[in-house]
């Protein structure tokens, strides 16, 4: 087995990319620092306020169930039309863009499912939603 008798030149490292973005870092430093420099300058003092954690997420939408029998539920509590208003409306002044979404039995009569929306918007509901079901097709071609 032969032996090596020469020595490897050591292996260069290539600092030009390094170089690259140093630069490029410096030069994004300092044009942020002039940018604060200018906005101190503002004679503006903003307001403060306490950290009250973060804001809470949107409610889920609202789901009134029409059924075949004329009940009308909220969120799977039996209310009147008039009780459905009420609720729907205080819901709305906690939430502005509250939604709601009903759902009638296909065999009820349809103008408790108008009952049921009339109300919401008399609560003043803009996000209202109808659930229905896809037919199946009887014959497949």
Do not use: H, W
């Amino acid at each position: 087995m032969p032996l090596k008798t020469q020595r490897d030149d050591e292996p260069t490292l290539n600092l030009t990319a390094m170089l690259d973005v140093m630069f490029l870092l410096i030069i994004f430093f300092m044009l942020g620092t002039r940018f604060v420099d200018e906005e101190r300058k503002i004679g503006l003092c903003v307001p403060e306020v306490a950290d009250r954690g973060t804001l809470t997420a949107a409610p889920a939408r609202k789901e009134v169930n029409v059924y075949r029998d004329g009940t009308i539920t909220l969120d799977k509590t039996p209310v009147t039309l008039d009780e459905l208003t009420a609720r729907l409306a205080a819901a709305r002044r906690q939430y502005s863009d509250l939604g709601v979404l009903v759902r009638g039995d296909s065999q009820g009569k349809f103008q408790r499912v108008a009952d049921a929306l009339n109300a919401c918007k008399q609560a003043g509901i803009e996000d209202l939603g109808i659930k229905v079901r896809l037919a199946r097709r009887a014959n497949k071609l």
